[in-house]
T-cell receptor
Framework: DGGITQSPKYLFRKEGQNVTLSCEQNLNHDAMYWYRQDPGQGLRLIYYSQIVNDFQKGDIAEGYSVSREKKESFPLTVTSAQKNPTAFYLC???????????????FGPGTRLTVL | AQKVTQAQTEISVVEKEDVTLDCVYETRDTTYYLFWYKQPPSGELVFLIRRNSFDEQNEISGRYSWNFQKSTSSFNFTITASQVVDSAVYFCALSGETDSWGKLQFGAGTQVVVTP
């Protein structure tokens, strides 16, 4: 089945540790995104990537890093520099060059990160 | 700058009642897209609809309907004969032509609670 997978579903981290969240898609989408969601709030964009080996900062990139070595994968690392990392993280993908559903972003199930 | 306002934080209804969710947007773009997503308790965002700025026709999909009015910069969403399964957070989002790669600006979301 085509879709977006994120792992793990729940993640616990001690303060001062880096942690990497996985995002994989088999939709053959060019673009991938990472969002952060805090309780009672909308989604805020962390990083996005339009093509392999290229990515751009979103609105709240500080304390995060990404890589895009493969089209289907876009891992997010939450570094120790992120002051308040406890949140729900959502990955999305889209196919801006596609002839249908252009720019519609489809989301994965999310990873809930808790810093202990 | 793009902005999406969902003024209703939470709406509670009894099953079979209709519920309307308001969405007001701001953009300087001539070409833009509006979206609605549903976030059930599981957390994953489910795409519901995408509408471009040149198509003001209202749309109906089963119990869901959308009313797009450019004159008031609104894109409201109505659930007819609500069911318990409609309980979720609903997000309105905007993507403008200046964000050619499809960046989404989300509203804060409206929590819908449907009780039997």
């Amino acid at each position: 089945d085509g879709g977006i997978t994120q792992s793990p579903k729940y993640l616990f981290r001690k303060e001062g540790q880096n942690v990497t969240l996985s995002c994989e898609q088999n939709l053959n989408h060019d673009a991938m995104y990472w969002y952060r969601q805090d309780p009672g709030q909308g989604l805020r964009l962390i990083y996005y990537s339009q093509i392999v080996n290229d990515f751009q900062k979103g609105d709240i990139a500080e304390g995060y890093s990404v890589s895009r070595e493969k089209k289907e994968s876009f891992p997010l690392t939450v570094t120790s520099a992120q002051k308040n990392p406890t949140a729900f993280y959502l990955c999305a993908s889209s196919n801006p060059g596609g002839s249908t559903s252009t720019d519609t972003q489809y989301f994965g199930p999310g990873t809930r990160l808790t810093v202990l | 700058a793009q902005k999406v306002t969902q003024a209703q934080t939470e709406i509670s209804v009894v099953e079979k009642e209709d519920v309307t969710l308001d969405c007001v947007y701001e953009t300087r773009d001539t070409t833009y897209y509006l979206f609605w997503y549903k976030q059930p308790p599981s957390g994953e965002l489910v795409f519901l609809i995408r509408r471009n700025s040149f198509d003001e026709q209202n749309e109906i999909s089963g119990r869901y309907s959308w009313n797009f009015q450019k004159s008031t910069s609104s894109f409201n969403f109505t659930i007819t004969a609500s069911q318990v399964v409609d309980s979720a957070v609903y997000f309105c989002a905007l993507s403008g032509e200046t964000d050619s790669w499809g960046k989404l600006q989300f509203g804060a979301g409206t929590q819908v609670v449907v009780t039997p």
